[in-house]
C-alpha cells in the first residue's frame, strides 16, 4: 500500500513538473509570433508578481510589455489586463498598473479591458470571460512556465483560447527564483485541477455559494 502511494505521488510530481517545463520549452515566444500572420480577438495578458511596494514586479512587466508589442503589431484589436492584488494588500491592483503602462506607450484607452479582482489563474479565467464575450479568438500572454495551466484554465472557465506565446521562458530575476516557481508550478497544476473540479461539482448541484468566492483565490 505504502509503495503504491507513494508511486502515485511521484507520477503526479512527475506530470506537474513535465506540464512546467514542457510550458516553458515547447510554447513559442510572443517575439516569434510578431512575424507571423495569425490574427486573434484580444490578447490577454496575466499579471504575475506584485513587488514589496505594490509596483509590478519584472515578470509582470515583461509580459505587458508583450501584450503591448502585439497589440502595436496588429496581432489583435484589443488587449484584455488581468490581475488583482495579493491577499491583505490595499496596493493598485496588477491590471490597473498594467493598463497604465499600456496607454503610456500609446494604447488607446478604447481598445484595453481590465480584469482586477482575480487573485489565481483560475479566478483570471472565471472573471474574465464574461469581458470577453464575443472575442472568439483569444490569446493568451504570460511566462512560458504558466501558459498550460493558464490554458486549461480558460478552457474550464468556458473560453479556450486560440493561441498562446511566452514573454519569456522563466523568470527574469534568476535562476533561483525560476526553479522555486517550478516547483511551485507542478503543485499548482494538481492544485488548480482539484479545486476546478470541486467547483464545477457543486455549480451542477448549486453548492458554488456554500464553497464562497475565496475558493478559487
Known sequence: MFRRVLSLITYCALVGLFSA??????????????????????????SGSLGSKGKIGPDTALRTDAGIDLFQRGVAPRL???GGVSENRVHVAAAV????????????????????????????????????????????????????RAWLSFAWAGHTPAGLCKSTSF??????????????????FWFNLGRAAVWSGAELVGLTPQLGGSFLR
Open 21 to 46: 517545463l514542457g510550458s516553458a520549452l515547447l510554447t513559442r515566444s510572443c517575439a516569434d509570433l510578431m512575424s507571423s500572420r495569425t490574427h486573434y480577438d484580444a490578447i490577454v495578458v496575466l
Open 80 to 82: 484584455h489586463m488581468t
Open 97 to 148: 498598473q498594467m493598463a497604465d503602462r499600456a496607454k503610456e506607450a500609446g494604447i488607446p484607452t478604447a481598445a484595453i479591458t481590465v480584469e482586477a479582482n482575480s487573485r489565481s489563474t483560475l479566478q483570471n479565467a472565471r472573471n474574465s470571460v464574461s469581458m470577453l464575450e464575443g472575442q472568439d479568438r483569444i490569446i493568451l500572454v504570460s511566462d512560458g512556465y504558466h501558459l498550460w
Open 171 to 188: 523568470r527574469p530575476d534568476g535562476a533561483e527564483m525560476s526553479a522555486r516557481l517550478v516547483v511551485r508550478e507542478a503543485l499548482a
